[in-house]
T-cell receptor
């Protein structure tokens, strides 16, 4: 299995609070991604990174920010959590971009109350 | 923009039945196409892929052929097993329009195989 660890695995937080999710990889892959999974929507791309300090927006980036200060870590921050951000968040990595195989973490279930 | 349409389930079959899950796509360029599978409580795993027209991806008895003329990438398996029960996602990657990297997913098809 690819070495991807997401933390925490479960979190309940209150509306208006900041939340940070962490993705850690041991594969030294250049690309890292954050997706959210919601019923009836499949997975949608939030942000991605193509190198240290190099990030870009995806389809549903509003209300989220990311940082990548080291190759192995990619952080997703919800600046002020809302109930619409209740979801399962998946981190993924790939060696050369999304046309190559992506490896997914086990997901973080976030509930905003 | 890019989009993927796949049949939504649940799809319920008996063991040893033939499986087809339809997938069609819209893309501005020449995408790579994928099928990913998600088992309960886990992340997604790549099942198979195809990178150009007429390519056939195959793995674990599953097959899909990249059909540019019909913009389709249907997943097939000749004889399903209970262990194939999972959610299956069709996805594409297309950067020809200069857009974001990353995959565009369909909504997923929940497959249930009964003994």
């Amino acid at each position: 299995d690819a070495g991807i660890t997401q933390s925490p695995r479960h979190k309940v937080t209150e509306t208006g609070t900041p939340v940070t999710l962490r993705c850690h990889q041991t594969e030294n892959h250049r690309y890292m991604y954050w997706y959210r999974q919601d019923p009836g929507h499949g997975l949608r791309l939030i942000h991605y990174s193509y190198g240290v300090k190099d990030t870009d927006k995806g389809e549903v980036s509003d209300g989220y920010s990311v940082s990548r200060s080291k190759t192995e870590d990619f952080l997703l921050t919800l600046e002020s959590a809302t109930s619409s951000q209740t979801s399962v968040y998946f981190c993924a990595i790939s060696e050369s971009g999304s046309h190559t195989e992506a490896f997914f973490g086990q997901g973080t279930r976030l509930t905003v109350v | 923009g890019n989009s993927v349409t796949q049949m939504e389930g649940p799809v319920t079959l008996s063991e040893e039945a033939f499986l087809t899950i339809n997938c069609t796509y819209t893309a501005t360029g020449y995408p790579s196409l994928f099928w990913y599978v998600q088992y309960p409580g886990e992340g997604l795993q790549l099942l198979l892929k195809a990178t150009k027209a007429d390519d056939k991806g195959s793995n674990k008895g599953f097959e899909a052929t990249y059909r540019k003329e019909t913009t389709s990438f249907h997943l097939e398996k000749g004889s399903v097993q209970v262990s194939d029960s999972a959610v299956y996602f069709c996805a594409l990657s297309d950067r020809s329009g200069g857009g974001a990297d990353g995959l565009t997913f369909g909504k997923g098809t929940h497959l249930i195989i009964q003994p």
